[in-house]
């Protein structure tokens, strides 16, 4: 029997960046805030002195362990799914944190093209412009009204860039200037301004200069040591919870924060329609508890989101078959459709690519939003172009060599120490649509340690997904032909989705909208039918957008931080649902 | 100095049972025993990682002197039983990573060590990978690893299958055949062609592959990359502080490899 426990205000489920924000922000309002994560507990010296290649990119040290539960994947409705069973495979976050420690600090906000994607590309193209088998949805809030919050979440996190000059004029300056410019970004924004593109430094959350954040936290300047993606910082230089909202909650007497406390189940009242807390196993002891609270918030990550709720039989589950419900429709994300371009072998020229930071980079958006014009192209969106130098391990160097030659062996030996240090990679970072056949529910056949069924992703390419990867490519192509590269190796654009949850941009299921018809939550992430449960994170993305999400993700938790206060106020629904263009 | 001044006695044992693998393995029969391979072994200049070992280390408790000497010692089997899974084991991994004018190959590396030692730890046990049932491993080609088999059985097994195939094409161990016949073999695991149980060839195959390349690269503190050889022939300094002062540079910085044990102040 669980244990029952004196009632708070707000439970936060996850300590990333949402779960985080929320708890910084209402704990700072004076409200008795629980935070319970799953993992560890972590603190900077975790990360100090292990800056070793091995563990953590190649055996994926800070990742979810994987052997309490995964996620099932299938390509097709009528495919039986399998479960992701390796870290190489499916990379979660963990601990207090999660993936928003280890990830590299690549900071766009989305375009306000994006946000209104839908009502846009019809004024534009016309309706027919949008496939078939497309859910093209608006987010149901527009750019002027993320500004505010982007610009909160960016002067938290302390990000390092310059304005690009395609981007909406921003309201405020990035809070410090951009990373150091190196030869090999150097290379790409001459090549790209000769082609008459607009080159900028990538927003890095990795920080150019020593910052202290308006909630008084202290972040140093980043050393550009490399060990920096798939880690976590051992100087306070990355933009990460850790450095930022955890011990600004942490600082505030009404927050709590437990570690290993495994969220099962939310508890939900039928009667009422209220959400009353949460259940969850404290995994040091076994120990089960129950945590009631006024508010709900679910901020666990895309899959655990969707999970709990399915789980909790909370929300109306979507059916591909009908087309019906809205619990884990447009499920989306970047998967191998996103990233994909060329390298370029240089002959004559070795760059120190062994140093780097996460978000250390160059690009374009010329070929972002609507920024070019679609009307002869076979797709929707577009994506920034970004050459980045993360700083490469031995391991990972050795992979860089002519594509046509052999992967071992003598030749590899020789032509891998040659070309170790002379390969560089260009990438188009586009968006990811939602399509009807695409969504998240419950496996039927595999469970988590406990027996509860494990998530279920069913995910292939929609009708745009090569056409726009293909394109992609061509326009890295062109750049790198520029850039003056020996050698370019071009990606082949996939046929499909190879089942690799590898880059953390998985998003929706719990999408927001202005209709519930086909939105789970409203745009404060609060749920249309349970008001006190606020579902914050990617799994509120209609679609994903062009770029990164974690800009988004963040200011979106800052905008569901302002809901829950007003809630709390007032008990009610914050939103007037109306409806929107059905896809 | 050299190696050998350095650590007399211990030393000297160290070559010659690397000789013996090289014997056996074939590689020798490329005439490399007298040139670059002696030189690759023993002519190494230590890292500055080192710089704590005490000069005058020798004798049988010089192990106590470093990392370095301490592994080259006390190298021994953990995982693999059969000495000859593991004749084999590193008699392919020195396909995949041969001896070279550049420098070493993955035996003298310590690859083969390496590899036993993962394979003892979490990882090679899937520590950290969803377990449960039901297992179909052949159902998907984009599913990653599908296999009921955890990767120290995969191991084990696709090293036995590789004497096997060895045996009855060519009547003969695998490890005492000539370079290019063994590389023939490895290729037939490599493209599939050859039935393995409860895996893919080419699942163990780039197992293999992968995890070579990582004893060659990967810190020498997991017992692979000796003496950081690895990382010379590469060119990569290891892990620093950062790089702060050198990143804009116009020039490729090749800089003495450092450790993470050095990284790390010396350990306790
Ligand atoms: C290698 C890598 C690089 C990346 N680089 C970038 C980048 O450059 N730019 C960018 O914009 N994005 C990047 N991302 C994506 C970024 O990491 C995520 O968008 C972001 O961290 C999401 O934040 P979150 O708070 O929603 O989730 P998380 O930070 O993952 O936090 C969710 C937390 O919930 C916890 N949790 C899960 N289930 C439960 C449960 N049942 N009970 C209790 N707690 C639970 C988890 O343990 C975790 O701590 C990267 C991702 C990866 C993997
Ligand atoms: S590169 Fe910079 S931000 Fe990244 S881990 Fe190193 S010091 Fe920290």
């Known amino acids: 029997m669980a244990e ?155 990000i390092s860039g310059e304005q690009d000059p395609l981007a909406p004029e921003r309201n405020r300056p990035w809070p410090n200037p951009p990373l150091m410019e190196t030869p090999s970004l150097k290379l790409f924004k001459d090549a790209t301004a000769n082609l008459g593109l607009h080159p900028f430094q990538v927003a890095a959350g990795n920080l150019s200069q020593n910052y202290e954040n308006p909630d008084g936290e202290q972040l140093n300047a980043c050393m550009y040591c490399s060990f920096c993606t798939r880690a976590g910082c051992d100087f306070a230089a990355k933009s990460d919870p850790l450095a930022t909202v955890v011990p600004t909650a942490l600082k505030q007497d009404s927050f709590e924060l437990r570690t290993r406390a495994n969220v099962r ?126 700083g490469f391990g031995a391991i990972s160097s050795s992979n860089n060599r002519p594509s046509d030659t052999p992967s071992w062996g003598k030749q590899y030996k020789a032509d891998s120490l040659h070309y170790a240090y002379r390969a560089l990679r260009i990438w188009y970072t586009n968006i990811a649509m939602s399509y009807w056949h695409n969504y998240l529910d419950l496996d039927p056949t595999y469970v988590d340690e406990y027996g509860d069924p494990l998530l279920r992703a069913t995910y292939k390419f929609g009708s745009q997904e090569r056409a726009i990867a293909q394109f992609g490519v061509e326009k890295c192509h062109e750049i790198m032909e520029e850039m003056g590269a020996d050698i370019i190796q071009d990606d082949e654009v996939p046929e499909e989705f190879n089942h690799v949850y590898s880059g953390g941009h998985y998003t929706g299921g719990v999408v927001m909208g202005e209709d519930p018809e086909t939105s789970v939550v409203n745009n404060y992430l609060q749920m249309w039918d349970v008001d006190n449960l606020f579902v914050v994170g990617g799994s509120a993305f209609p679609q994903f957008g062009g770029h990164h999400p974690t800009p988004t993700i963040g200011a979106l938790s800052y905008r569901a931080a302002e809901g829950i206060e007003e809630f709390l106020e007032n008990g009610e629904q914050l939103a007037t649902a109306k409806g ?4 | 100095m050299d190696n050998n001044e350095r650590k007399g006695k211990e030393h000297k044992e160290k070559t010659f049972s690397r000789r013996d693998f090289l014997k056996t393995s074939g590689v020798a029969a490329g005439g490399i025993v007298g040139g670059s ?167 163990f195959f780039s197992l293999l ?8 690269y990967a810190d020498p503190a997991y017992g692979g990359n000796k003496d950081m050889q690895g990382w010379k022939m590469i060119e990569y300094p290891g892990p620093r502080m950062g790089w702060t002062n050198d990143i804009q540079s116009e020039e490729f910085q090749s800089l003495e490899p450092e450790s993470l044990r050095s990284y790390q102040g010396g350990g306790v």
């Open chain 1, 4 to 158: 029952e426990l004196e009632k708070v205000d707000v439970v936060v489920v996850g300590m990333g960046w949402a779960g985080g924000i929320i708890a910084a922000e209402l704990a700072k309002a004076g409200r008795s805030v629980v935070g319970l994560e799953k993992g560890s507990s972590k603190k900077r010296s975790d990360f100090i002195g292990v800056k070793d290649e091995l563990r953590f990119d190649n055996r994926y040290h800070i990742m979810q362990n994987l052997s309490g539960d995964t996620v099932t994947s299938r390509n097709e409705v009528d495919d039986t799914a399998l479960p992701i069973r390796t870290t190489k495979d499916m990379q979660l976050g963990t601990d207090i944190g999660g993936a928003s420690l280890h990830w590299a600090g690549a900071t766009y906000r989305y375009w306000p093209y994006e946000f209104e994607i839908r009502s846009q590309t019809i004024d534009r193209y016309g309706e027919d412009k949008i496939p078939d088998d497309m859910n093209l949805q608006d987010w149901g809030i527009s750019y002027e009204e993320m500004e505010p919050y982007y610009e909160k979440w960016e002067y938290t996190a302390g």
């Open chain 1, 265 to 390: 189940r939310v508890l939900y009242d039928e009667e009422t329609q209220k959400a009353t807390g949460v259940m969850y196993v404290d995994e040091t002891t076994g120990e089960e508890y129950e945590q009631p609270a006024d508010v709900v918030v679910l901020a666990a990550f895309a899959f655990t989101n969707n999970r709990l709720l399915m789980l909790s039989d909370i929300g109306e589950q979507y059916d591909p078959e009908t087309r019906e419900g809205t619990l884990g429709r447009n499920f989306n994300g970047q998967y191998n459709s996103a990233f994909n371009g060329t390298q370029g072998l240089f002959e004559n020229e070795r760059f120190n690519l062994y140093m780097g930071a996460g978000a250390l980079g160059a690009a374009v958006t010329d070929y972002a939003a609507d920024n070019f014009d679609h009307t002869d192209l076979d797709f929707i969106g577009g994506g920034a172009i970004e050459l980045r130098q993360y």
């Open chain 1, 580 to 583: 929107t263009l059905r896809a």
């Open chain 2, 37 to 203: 391979l002696l030189g690759g072994l023993v002519g190494m200049e230590h890292g500055s990682n080192n710089a704590q070992q005490p000069e005058s280390a020798t004798g049988s408790d010089g192990a106590e002197g470093g990392q370095t000497a301490q592994a080259e010692t006390y190298d021994a089997r953990t995982f693999f039983s059969r000495s000859e899974d593991f004749e084999t084991l590193a008699a392919a991994t020195e396909r995949i990573y041969p001896e070279d004018d550049n420098g070493p190959g993955a035996i003298a590396l310590g690859v083969p060590y390496f590899i036993d030692k993962q394979l003892y730890g979490f990882w090679g046990a899937n520590g950290t990978d969803y377990k449960m049932g039901p297992f179909r491993p052949m159902a998907s080609d984009t599913h990653g690893r599908q296999e009921k088999l955890n990767r120290g059985d995969m191991f084990l097994l696709g090293i036995r299958r590789l004497q096997e195939v060895s045996q009855e094409e060519h009547d003969e161990a695998f490890h005492n055949l000539d370079e290019e016949t063994q590389d023939e073999l490895l290729k037939m695991f490599e493209s599939g062609d050859v039935e393995v149980p409860g895996m893919r060839a080419e699942a």
């Open chain 2, 209 to 216: 592959r992968n995890t070579t390349i990582e004893g060659v």
